[in-house]
């Protein structure tokens, strides 16, 4: 895998580091989590291929152990609020000094400094922060988070593994680590940089929700079908919008131009009234195979057992009968192998990862007495 060989330290954290450490994990990255003691339940559901190991970072050997790990690892990804790791002594002045090859990954929402430095927050600040969430949201009503996918996952932990990828590429020039400040304010700022750009040619003139992609166009928005489903419609280009036309049986001469915006709240109770007839099965046989832009709206309980994505392989199945999305993209030589056994219990590998770091066992022992770190092995089912 593309990521063989390359270590990572991450430190345990709320959605985006984990996204972060287990898309390394996926492209062969070896990930070990660092958990905190005396905690009942991970609440990482991002830890495909990950180890745990459980570590009390408030107290001097646990900060000595986690040092020694980070000397001999390429990546430290943290978490935490600015300030945090510095008071623990694991700022990464210090870590560098000690590994000037490591790549140390600050994924925090509003970065490393500016006012808001030290604040707490969560996506739908972030995004709020970035602009975006003023965008986003339906005619006359208030702005709306599409889930916490845009700035924890998109402008966070996927930014986050870009720039620690980027990292490792340049590290083969200089040997040099570095820092990464990944704020996801920026992060996700960064990736709406379509429509910041696109304002230019006067594609957000409008208001929320009035305008081509936000939901104010007939021929991009989703439509209710007889049976209660959804049908997603993107027929943006004049050729495609032709096939919806021809699909849903209406005539081009009977409707107003595609582009009139005035005309477009008249457009959609037209489609709307088209959609209700039939049902969302109905649509798909009609609309399948053509270049009108329209598609079924799966639940996740359809997704993997549709045609298109069965045949790919898109969705994966672990041990436990879960399922989720396979690594993207596909690489043509060295594509991820996701792990699919069960996700590590908190401390599950902190003896096998210390032995392996170089820990004398009568030292882990002593550690574990004096509560520093914590093991938790599986016990066999007979
Ligand atoms: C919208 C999303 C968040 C969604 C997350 C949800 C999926 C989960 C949120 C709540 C979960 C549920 C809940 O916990 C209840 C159940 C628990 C059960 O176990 C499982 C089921 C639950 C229902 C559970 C289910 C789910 O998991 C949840 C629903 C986001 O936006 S996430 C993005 C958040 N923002 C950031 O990450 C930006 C950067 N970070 C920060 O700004 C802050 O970390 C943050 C997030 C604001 C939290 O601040 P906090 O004050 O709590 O922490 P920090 O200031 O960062 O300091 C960390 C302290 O911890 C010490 N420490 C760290 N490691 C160790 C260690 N190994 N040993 C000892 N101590 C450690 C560290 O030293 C700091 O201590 P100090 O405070 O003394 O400095």
Redo the contacts with the bound molecule.
């Keep these: 895998m593309a990521l063989t060989g390359i270590r990572v330290i991450e ?6 580091a984990p996204f972060c450490g287990m898309i390394l994990a996926d492209f062969g990255a070896s990930v070990i989590r ?4 005396k905690v ?2 991970s ?1 990482d559901n991002q830890a495909r291929g990950k180890r745990s190991v459980a ?4 107290t001097p050997e ?1 900060v000595a152990i986690l040092r020694k790990l980070c000397v001999r690892s390429d990546v430290v990804l943290e ?3 600015k300030g ?1 790791m510095e ?2 002594g694991l700022g990464p002045e210090k870590l560098l000094k000690e590994n000037p090859h490591l790549i140390y990954a600050r994924l ?2 509003y970065g490393q400094s500016g006012p808001y430095a030290t604040v ?4 739908i600040n972030y995004i709020a922060m970035s602009g975006l969430l003023s965008r986003l949201g339906r005619h006359k009503d208030k702005p709306y988070a599409p889930l ?1 996918l845009v700035a ?1 996952f998109a402008g966070g932990g996927l930014t986050c593994a870009f720039g620690i990828v980027l990292a490792l590429l340049e590290r083969t020039r200089s040997g040099q680590g570095q820092i990464i400040d990944a704020s996801m304010v920026e992060g996700a700022a960064y990736m709406g940089s379509f429509v910041w750009k696109s304002r230019a040619i006067g594609m957000w003139e409008r208001g929320r929700g009035q305008n081509m992609l936000d939901g104010g166009a007939p021929f991009y928005d989703t439509y209710q079908t007889a049976d209660g489903k959804h049908v997603a419609v993107g027929a943006i280009e004049p050729q495609f919008y032709q096939q919806l036309l021809r699909g849903l049986g209406l005539d081009t001469a009977d409707l107003p131009p595609q582009m009139s915006f005035d005309h477009w709240p008249e457009l959609k109770r037209v489609f709307e009234g088209c959609f209700a007839t039939k049902t969302q099965a109905e649509w798909t046989d009609i609309f399948d195979g053509t270049d009108a832009c329209v598609t079924p709206v799966l639940s996740f309980d359809q997704v993997s057992s549709h045609p298109h994505n069965k045949e790919r392989g898109s969705f994966v199945t672990d041990c436990g009968e879960d399922e989720s999305p396979r690594p993207a993209p596909v690489l043509s030589r060295t594509p991820a192998d996701p792990c699919l056994a069960r996700d590590p219990r908190i401390g599950q590998h902190t003896g096998e990862v210390l032995e392996e770091y170089g820990f004398k066992s009568e030292d882990i022992d002593n550690f574990v007495a004096a509560g520093v770190i914590e093991r938790n092995v599986p016990v066999a089912k007979l």
Excluded: E, F, I, S
Excluded at 55 to 58: Q, W
Excluded at 120 to 123: K, L, Q
């Design positions: 430190l345990a954290g709320l959605a985006p660092v958990d905190r003691t009942a339940m609440l570590l009390n970072l408030k646990g978490p935490y609020r945090v008071k623990l925090t929402g707490a927050g969560h996506d916490n924890d």
